[in-house]
């Protein structure tokens, strides 16, 4: 094995304001960056650098510039619980996380509701894609002749983010609604399953209406004109083709917001070069143990997860023929540039100059 110089990755801040919850598994929302917008913006405006609200989920704000950047519920849950930790347990801090949102916060899902023939037809969609709205709740939709419900339900969060997503989640579908429909709709009752805060006034004044509380379930009715009422931008072909993009979404999930995935953001994001798996763990926060042990779980190694990088870098800055050898190998980390021969023909079964002189009728596209 060849001896590889320290590296160093320099990511965010990983100051974290809570402890970490390394062992649980990370599951994936499938949702854009946008979803992370409306945290840093009330984390911004409340003194929280964005650095500090991403402690511990493995991404920096330039990752959220990314459009194909898939949020992890591990890394939005923290994202969260930072949030929380920083401000303090803020009594209607989840309205003004969800009162950010808007149609196009959604990403895709956004654009289908707006899409829609009407508002009920666009919530109708988060019976499909429920999980694109919020990971964190499950939402049930009631309706009759006269009145439309929305049953609040949360799950895979912890109990102390419970009544933020609750929050979140109805200022959400509040603001949603009225952003595709340019209206200043009204709902018919509002009622949460927590107990009255001691300042309610946010609560009321979002919904436009009193606010009930200690309710059996977090629950916003509608009355079913208002949610029949017509969308100005209907387009039942615009709504297949963001469906089909929600779906595609789904799809890339796997991978990009698996443990692995992150460890792989993180290596080709290295300043440097290649990270070592002390920092990569750090910025993860995990102990190696842990990400060697998740790691496995998914059927991969760190090694192996670097020798992946290394070769689709190495081809990479291979495709720029001023790049010497010997300095290709340098920022992948081989100490000689022998090393990096080596376990190019060990990759590719042909040296780098080989490689390189192929690329026009074999490799180039």
Known sequence: ?????ARRLTIQDNRQPKQPRSDQASPSSGRGPGCLAPLLDVARRRGVSGARLLACTGLAEGDLADPGCVIS???EHHAIENLIALLGDVGGLGLEVGSRYRFTTLGPLGFAMASA???ADATRLLRDYGDLFD?????????DDSRFGVTVRPRLVSLALVRFV??????ALLTTWRDIARRALLPSGVSFAFARPAVDEP????????????????QLSMDAADMAFPLAHADAYAVRVAEGQCRQLRNAVGDRSSVAGRVKTLLRAGAEGVPDMEEVAAVLCMSERTLRRRLLKEGTTFAALCDEIRR????QL????HLPIAHIAGHLGYAEAASFIHAFKRWKGRTPGAFRSALPSEVAP
């Open 117 to 119: 023939s009407t508002l």
């Open 73 to 75: 519920q591990d890394a």
């Open 166 to 171: 609750e929050e979140r989640v109805v200022a």
């Open 312 to 315: 689709s870098t190495a081809e």
């Open 135 to 143: 990971p964190f709740v499950a939402l049930e939709l009631q309706g």
């Open 318 to 321: 291979l495709s720029c023929s």
């Open 203 to 218: 609560y009321s004044q979002l919904a436009g209406i009193q606010v009930g509380f200690a309710a059996t379930q977090t």
């Open 1 to 5: 094995m060849p001896t590889m110089p």
